[in-house]
């Protein structure tokens, strides 16, 4: 089948194309440059333009703190953007796979967090992404999987273990967060499963996370030692390291609607570090 993948320029998009091809399906990719999502005619012309069966919607304004000082721009990508692809999908009969986050939620829970447990996002950003789920269900009610991920890294972007790694390669001493947690997800894991769930679509939200759980210090330790790095990671708490935009203390995603599993996070790391080591070889 022949699916149309936007923000094919991201971490997520990158890898999810890649997956389009290697899972024997037509794979389009479109980075901003080419779609800008907030541009609703845009959107028309792309989809009438390539006829998918399928969108993967990757594009996404990112930028969680830069969204409390523009939480307009966040939402024109993130709602209204989001509710562009899909109702532009569902007019050509083509199935809308929307990607969502873990910062719908509160992260006031202390057990994983299951598709039909109340949303209440902290910032802007997590507004942003609820708004636009709620546009992706609105504009194709019959037509669309919402996959809540979360912590995502990745070969193609900025991401924590290529931060953590430059870090520990300047410092003895790494401060990392310790009172949250969650499920950092390997986009190379989440992207196969993405591609299988739009050619095999679930009607409604899914929950597609890294198995197993940590703290982002225990991540960053986890970092340092596949990494061979000589850095010792000592824990902080969120207090001592404030950020514009406030981030759930636990979100932990779990699914109770048979999502596709993934592998674990630890295995998410392995196998991005050995891509990291075969592109730099
Ligand atoms: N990263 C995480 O930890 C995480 C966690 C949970 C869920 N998610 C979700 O996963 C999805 C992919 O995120 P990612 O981590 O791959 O982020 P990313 O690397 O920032 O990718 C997002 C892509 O969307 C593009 N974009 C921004 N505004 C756009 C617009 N108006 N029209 C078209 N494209 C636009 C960006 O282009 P520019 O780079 O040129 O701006 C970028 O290529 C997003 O929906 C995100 O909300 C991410």
Redesign the pocket.
Same mark, same amino acid.
């Given at each position: 089948m022949r699916i149309l993948v936007?923000?094919a $320029?991201?971490?997520? $998009?990158h890898d999810v194309l890649a997956a389009t091809g290697r899972l024997g399906h037509e794979a389009v990719g479109l *980075?901003?440059a080419e779609? #800008?999502?907030?541009d609703a005619d845009a959107v028309r012309e792309a989809v009438a333009g390539t006829s998918p069966q399928a969108v993967v919607n990757?594009?996404? &304004? *990112?930028d969680v703190d830069g969204a409390e000082a523009e939480p307009d721009a966040a939402a024109a =990508?993130?709602a209204a $953007?989001a509710g562009h692809v899909a109702g532009h999908a569902h007019r050509a009969g083509a199935w809308t796979l929307h =990607? %969502?986050? #873990?910062?719908v939620f509160d992260g006031a829970k202390r057990e994983p967090y299951v598709e039909s447990d109340a949303t209440g996002p902290l910032s802007a950003y997590g507004r942003s992404?609820l708004a636009g789920e709620q546009a992706v269900a609105a504009a194709a009610p019959e037509r669309h999987t919402i996959v809540r *991920? %979360? &912590?995502?890294f990745g070969v193609h972007?900025r991401c924590f273990p290529k931060t953590i790694q430059r870090l520990g390669d300047e410092r003895d001493i790494l401060h990392i967060v310790a009172d949250q947690v969650g499920c950092p997800t390997f *986009?190379g894991h989440l992207a196969t499963v993405l591609v299988a769930l739009a050619a095999r679509p679930q009607l409604g939200v899914r929950h597609v996370a890294a198995a197993g759980q940590c703290s982002w210090c225990e991540f960053a330790r986890a970092i340092v030692a596949a990494s061979e790095l000589d850095c010792r990671v000592d824990p902080i708490t969120t207090d001592q390291y404030p950020l514009p935009a406030p981030r759930p203390a636990f979100s932990v995603l779990r699914s109770e609607r048979q999502a596709p599993t993934l592998p674990s996070w630890r295995a998410g790391l392995t196998a991005f570090m050995t891509q990291v080591q075969r592109a730099a070889a």
């Open positions: 936007t923000g $320029g991201g971490m997520l $998009g *980075t901003r779609l #800008d999502i907030a990757c594009a996404a &304004w *990112t =990508v993130n $953007g =990607v %969502s986050s #873990d910062y992404k *991920t %979360s &912590w995502l972007g *986009t």
